[in-house]
C-alpha cells in the first residue's frame, strides 16, 4: 500500500526518540550568489551522517518481535548500511549488512563501528542481491530494502515533513534522487501540505535514469552509473517510481564538474561538511539547470559522510 502524509506523520512520531530533528540553515552568500532565498534542511547532521537513519529506524522500530530475533539484512554502498546497523543496534537487534568492496572507507568504517556482520560482494547490483539472498538463507533475517519498501519511503518522508512545517510558503524543493526513497517520501510530504509547491529532483548526468524514466514514463533501467556521488547510483524502485510520477514534476541531471563545485562551496561558504550526493542539488543551482531566482527554495543535504583522502577536486 502507497504511503500517505499519516504514515510518514505516524514516522515524525515513531522514530523521534531514534533521530535527530535536523537544523535548517540559511547562507546569505549563496542567496546573493542565486538571487534566491535558499533553505537547507541539514540530513549531513542527521545520527550516521545521512537521511537514511529515518527509514531504518522507521522501518525496523515496526518489525514483528518474532521476526526481530532472526535480525535484518540489506545491501548497501554505506549510508543505508549504517543506519541499519545502528537502528537495529539502538533497538537490540542483529544487523547483516552487504556491501560493494569499493565502497568508500568511511563508510566501511561506519557500518562495522555500528556493529553490523558485513558481507563484502562486487560492486554489481547482481552481486549485492546474490549475496544478499545468501545472507538470508542463513540468517532467516528481515530484509530492509534501501528504498523500495513503503516504511522506508515513509521514514525518509519525515525530512520533507519538518522542513514544510518548519519553512513556510516554499515555492521549490529539490531532493537528490539515487533509488528514490528520499524524493517520495519527501514530495509525498510536501505535495500534501502545499500542492502548489514545485518538487525537483536532481541526480548526476552519469546516472540519470530518474530522469529517463519520468520522461519515458516507465522504468529506464541505468546503464553502468557512474559518478563521484556513489550514494546516487541506485536504480529506482517500482514502488518509488509510483510515487515520483505523481508527485514530482521535474528531475534536471547535473556534471560531475558542478557536482565537485557545489561540494566546495557549501564547504566554503557554509562552513559544514556534506558528500557528493548531497551536493547535486546545489550543483543543479549553481549550473544553472533549475529556474530560481526570486524564489523560496528548500533544498534536502542528503548526507555529510565523506573520504577525506579522495576529496573530488584532488582527483
Known sequence: MEPTLQHIRDAAVRIAPFVHRTPVLTCATLNRMTGAQLFF??????KVGAFKMRGASNAIAQLDP???????????????????????????????VVMPDNAAAIKKLAVAGYGANITW??????????????VVQRTGATVIHPYNNERIIAGQGTAGLELIEEIEHLDLLLVPVGGGGL??????????LN???????????GADDAR???????????????????????????????????????????SETAIAHAMR??????KIIIEPSS???????????????GRRCGIILSGGNVDLDRLPWKQ
Open 195 to 205: 500542492p502548489k509547491i514545485r518538487v525537483i529532483g536532481v541526480e548526476p548526468e
Open 279 to 293: 551536493a547535486v542539488t546545489v550543483a543543479a543551482i549553481l549550473e544553472g539547470k533549475v529556474d530560481i531566482p
Open 265 to 270: 562551496t557549501v564547504w566554503e561558504r557554509m
Open 66 to 96: 518474532k521476526a526481530a530475533v532472526h535480525g535484518v539484512a540489506t545491501h548497501s554502498s554505506g549510508n543505508h548500511g549504517a543506519a541499519v546497523a545502528l537502528a537495529a543496534r539502538l533497538m537490540g537487534i542483529k544487523a547483516h
Open 212 to 254: 529517463r524514466s519520468l520522461a519515458a514514463g516507465t522504468l529506464v533501467p541505468p546503464m553502468s552509473p557512474v559518478s563521484i556521488a556513489d550514494g546516487l547510483l541506485a536504480p529506482l524502485g517500482e514502488k518509488t517510481f509510483a510515487i515520483i510520477r505523481r508527485y514530482v514534476d521535474d528531475i534536471a541531471a547535473v
Open 121 to 134: 560482494c562486487e560492486p554489481t547490483i547482481a552481486s549485492r542481491d546474490e549475496y544478499l539472498a545468501a
Open 183 to 192: 524524493i517520495s517520501g519527501c514530495a509525498l510530504a510536501a505535495k500534501s
Open 41 to 46: 534542511k541539514c540530513e549531513n547532521l542527521q
